[in-house]
T-cell receptor, first 115, second 108 residues
């Protein structure tokens, strides 16, 4: 089974703290994504990466950065957390080519609360 | 207007009922993705389809690319089917447009 593992299911942080959300996939997927999910707004893309050290901004990158030093690991960083970043964060990955290309596999999600 | 619209937004059904969730899109795509999200849980891929119909157990997905419409059907619904169902349109290698989801509750 393809697995996308997110390091923390629930986090509570204080305003101004630096927050790291880790995501690891074990299927050699080229693409990795970070989304946030908010009620009524659906899934919105923060950043994606199509290769090691490569990253592209999504629709809502402000206040976030990412790191992909190894193919299997994609980290989301909140440099200085703010209350409006309280949300569910979902990591996903996919192949670029071949059978199953573009089929997203999601992690279990990380629910972040910023106080 | 969203590029991917789902209906209904909320749906309550009795166990055993036949359920239909609809997804209409205005973007040009070659395939559509149906996803399922259980309360508090991650998202699971149900189907990716580009034409016709796909079936997995009690779930059936259909798509008409020309009419830009897809449906997800659940036969003999069960309380464990209670979840949010999301359709997603891949518009490029990296870009997906997501519907806002249909929240389904199946009562025993």
């Amino acid at each position: 089974d393809v697995k996308v593992t997110q390091s923390s299911r629930y986090l509570v942080k204080r305003t101004g703290e630096k927050v790291f959300l880790e995501c690891v996939q074990d299927m050699d997927h080229e693409n990795m994504f970070w989304y946030r999910q908010d009620p009524g707004l659906g899934l919105r893309l923060i950043y994606f990466s199509y290769d090691v050290k490569m990253k592209e901004k999504g629709d809502i990158p402000e206040g976030y950065s990412v790191s992909r030093e190894k193919k299997e690991r994609f980290s989301l960083i909140l440099e200085s957390a703010s209350t409006n970043q309280t949300s569910m964060y979902l990591c996903a990955s996919s192949f670029v080519w071949g059978p199953g290309a573009n089929v997203l596999t999601f992690g279990a999600g990380s629910r972040l609360t910023v106080l | 207007k969203n590029e991917v619209e789902q209906s209904p937004q909320n749906l309550t059904a009795q166990e055993g009922e036949f359920i239909t969730i609809n997804c209409s899109y205005s973007v040009g795509i070659s395939a559509l993705h149906w996803l399922q999200q259980h309360p508090g849980g991650g998202i699971v891929s149900l189907f990716m389809l580009s034409s016709g119909k796909k079936k997995h157990g009690r779930l059936i997905a259909t798509i008409n690319i020309q009419e830009k419409h897809s449906s997800l059907h659940i036969t003999a619904s069960h309380p464990r089917d209670s979840a949010v169902y999301i359709c997603a349109a891949p518009t490029g290698t990296y870009k997906y447009i997501f519907g806002t989801g249909t929240r389904l509750k199946v009562l025993a």
